[in-house]
């Protein structure tokens, strides 16, 4: 590939929530790329492909038997044309983040519009902890979770029950799907060949409980994906990546989630969680 074709490449970042997101925009804004939107910009495509944003924008949404789940926790279906034409407002070198379950339609789709996906993943059992207090506070993200009420009705073992069994949201008037079904609609991305998939455990560096080592390697293989030279530039960044700035960021480390709930959630967390850890290849313990 030149380099005025690599210049032209946009990039979805996907990712199961409370996974790196942020984590990962920060590394490929180190390499070039922005965000497709400004703060307090209006745009028809949705600022995230989320459940949230989605459902915003869906008003003039044609009817299709081609349809795209946005969202993880429970769907949003948006038809194949409406989703391309929103990546065809994002211009070039510029990414958005998405929390899209695998689907074969979108491959083609990216692929047409010369779009690269990166896709970040985490410990099961380190996401379902992140998740329940954003659930309650989203922090600097633009709008409320739309769980919260339900939320805010429950006991925090109440909130992990829910999170892992899934069930009816009665003050959101959605079903949420159970856990492991959620977390291995996304896990599926690791099987798609022109999808580059890294895990949040090498990327978040020595600040949040990794390594230099793995950090390094793992920016590299991005930069390999995206045909971008890695030099000292890069290199000199990588401490910028751990950003407690972000705007979801609660505390980015690894393990941090073994100190967050009582002794008893946590054994049922692990219990539930062992399979799949096993299938994404996380240690129990």
């Known amino acids: 590939m030149t380099e005025a074709q690599s210049a032209t490449k946009r990039l979805l970042i996907n990712s199961l929530p409370k996974s790196g997101t942020h984590l990962l ?4 804004e180190i390499l070039g790329y922005k965000e497709h939107f400004e703060p307090g910009e209006i745009t028809e495509t949705p600022l995230f ?3 949230g944003e989605v459902k915003k924008r869906l008003e003039h949404q044609t009817e299709s038997d081609q349809k795209i789940s946005i969202g993880a926790l429970t769907p949003c279906y948006v038809d ?44 099961p059992r ?23 009420d339900d939320f805010s009705l429950m ?22 799907k159970n856990f492991a079904e959620v977390y291995r609609s996304m896990l599926a991305w690791r099987n798609e060949e022109n999808c580059l ?27 390999s994906y995206l045909d971008i030279p890695f030099d ?8 910028e990546i751990y950003n407690p700035g972000a705007r979801t960021f609660r505390t980015g480390k690894i393990d941090g989630w073994k100190s967050s709930m009582n002794a008893e959630d946590v054994e049922k967390l692990n219990i539930y969680c062992q399979p799949l850890c096993e299938e994404a290849e996380y240690t129990i313990g």
């Open 25 to 28: 925009a920060k590394a490929v």
């Open 80 to 123: 194949s044309a409406t989703f391309r034409h929103w990546l065809t407002l994002i211009s070039p070198k510029q990414y958005i983040l998405g929390h899209i379950p695998w689907t074969p339609l979108l491959m083609p789709i990216l692929s047409e519009l010369n779009y690269q996906q990166v896709f970040i993943i985490r410990d």
């Open 232 to 239: 000292d530039t890069i290199l000199s960044q990588l401490s």
């Open 49 to 51: 492909f989320n459940y």
């Open 155 to 176: 006991s925090p073992t109440q909130r992990l029950d829910f999170i892992l069994e899934g069930g009816y949201a009665v003050k959101a008037g959605v079903e949420i």
């Open 126 to 148: 380190a996401v379902v902890v992140s998740l329940i207090p954003f659930v309650l506070d989203t922090g600097k993200m633009p709008g409320r979770h739309f769980l919260e």
């Open 197 to 223: 998939f890294i895990h949040f455990e090498d990327l978040v560096g020595e600040q949040g409980g990794g390594t230099k080592e793995r950090q390094e390697a793992v920016v590299y293989k991005i930069c």
